[in-house]
């Protein structure tokens, strides 16, 4: 049979760049291209290539045996669309965002891909797996007649929130309101209406709007891929199995656990020295505090997440990257340590731009991980028996906090509006003193060894990735 190409297109943001690069790695391995007997056996091989765009290039390739093709933007595109012509920085309008790169690039996707189906030199497609949220490029494979498959980065819980909001949305419960923030949401249980997904710098019609073109890409699709466990959210990945029980659905999470990356695409040079740092500190010791690679602290919060790390009188490796901070109108500012607070914590702890997070997270002297709930940090940490510190900001983090907390009892958090030094030091010290946290600790560890059974042979998300070789080699 003749190598076929699979098209992988990440949106290209860290948090979705880095689940779509450990899928391609576990494809790879499992395709008789690979030379790692990973299961082609059989003789069906898959070459990858890497989609990616001039706005946001992907600037270091991974594996060497990888393709990349890069797709110009189509302008002409935006007049067809409610788009202007200037693409929002992400940080000010992530929803806006998204919309402009779905508009700019179906054309070029279209025609790119038009190109290779007719031309005899290429590899046949196979398929086309792009991110969820490019939503117009599912639709624009379809019309090719090329199967599409989604991968969605985030929890299954979050996708149930996005096949749910026109629904949420038509009994009231968003756009969100401020009196009504702690009610239960039984449509979704257990999320409360400040669990729901929202983006506060983004109108609230245009989230809804955006939520939907995904929800309807993925129906249209021919399967979707989740980043997900069973084990974790068994009611959940039932649930999307039923309502999309047309298309193919495969729970593969956590992906970076099947073939980990030796390093990630396009991030900041990660700062290495911080493990050797923690090499020297005792087991369990210290705080690892990050808020990912978009959100951004109002500089109130900084301030007081700064000073509450001084005050908990715990270790700390906290990453501040450039943009960490933001003014009152969303925009960042410039991230500078608050006087003083370099002075009262020297000895104790590590501020750096960007960690190897996976290798932190790995090392024994990290006992807890304060996050923003990023679905990745969140999966990197419940891998590693890592217990939470939860302080959401925007987007599916809510939801992912309500879910460490409730579901899982791994987690304590930081609510927004208790964004104070002292509750911050307390938060901080019952996570890594109290009996409260060995208890988090203990459940983190046992889904720790539950989820390595589970990408292991025999176990479901293994099954699952099987099943989803099997299904790309049928096509
Ligand atoms: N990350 C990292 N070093 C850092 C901060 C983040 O390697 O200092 C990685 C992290 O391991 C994760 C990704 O960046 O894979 C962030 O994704 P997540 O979904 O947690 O958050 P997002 O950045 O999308 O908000």
Redo the contacts with the bound molecule.
Sequence with gaps: MPRRQLLLFPLP???HI?PMFELAALLHSRSGCSGGGGGGGDGVDFSITILHTTTHPITSPMHPSYRYVSLAPVDDELSNSNCDRELPPIVEDVVLHIFHLNARFEASFRDRVAAMLEDAEEEPVACVIADAHWFAVHAAARRLGVPSVALRTGSAASFCSFMAYPLLMQKGYIPVKESELNEAVEEVPPMRVRDLPRVDQSDPVAVAELLAKVVAGVRNSSGLILNAAELMESAEVDKIRRELAHIQVFAIGPLHKFTPLAA?PN?LP?DRTCLAWLDAQPAASVLYV?F????SLPEKHFVETAFGLALSGRAFLW?VRPGSVRGPRGAAVETKLPEGFEETTRGRGRVVE?????EVLRHRAVGAFWT?C????TL?AISEGVPLICAPQFGDQMGNARYATRVWGIAAEVEGELWERGRIAAVIKAVMEGREGEEMRERARELKQKLSASVSRGGSSHAGAERLVEYLKSL
């Design positions: 943001f860290q948090g880095n990630q991030q990660p990050s990912g690679s978009v959100a990453v960007w960690a190897p997070q996976q923003h990023g679905w990745n940090s990197e």
